[in-house]
């Protein structure tokens, strides 16, 4: 089992940065392919970005491509979402997600509960 918790939320004004954390407990983590999706209200809930287990390749949304930056440090198990140029529409509940490399080939085997990105204008 894997448990992710997201911080690092919170309001800002457009143009600005926040950098969102999220840490993992469990002992594999090195295992773990991570991603920050986002839902916005009345929205479904979108992908972000993603950084692959070994931290050597990151795609990003077109939306947020050149804004934002996917990184992680597997020896203090967080992957970081540094969030520059901030827009209102950027406004949304960010989620952490982790999937098994070794065992799951589609989807997510872990999100975390949430933090909140309000972005004002």
């Known amino acids: 089992q894997v448990q992710l918790v997201e911080s690092g939320g919170g309001l800002v004004q457009a143009g600005g940065s926040l950098r969102l954390s999220c840490v993992a407990s469990?002992?594999?983590?090195?295992?773990?392919?991570m991603a920050w999706f986002r839902q916005a209200p009345g929205k479904d809930r979108e992908f972000v970005a993603r950084?692959?287990?070994?931290?050597?390749?990151?795609d990003y949304a077109d939306s947020v491509k050149g804004r934002f930056t996917i990184s992680r440090d597997n020896a203090q198990k967080t992957v970081t979402l540094q969030m520059n140029s901030l827009t209102p529409e950027d406004t949304a509940l960010y989620y952490c997600a982790a999937r098994d490399v070794f065992t799951t080939t589609t989807g997510y085997d872990y999100w975390g509960q949430g933090t909140q990105v309000t972005v004002s204008s």
């Open positions: 469990g002992r594999t983590f090195n295992n773990y392919r």
């Open positions: 950084i692959s287990w070994r931290g050597g390749s990151a």
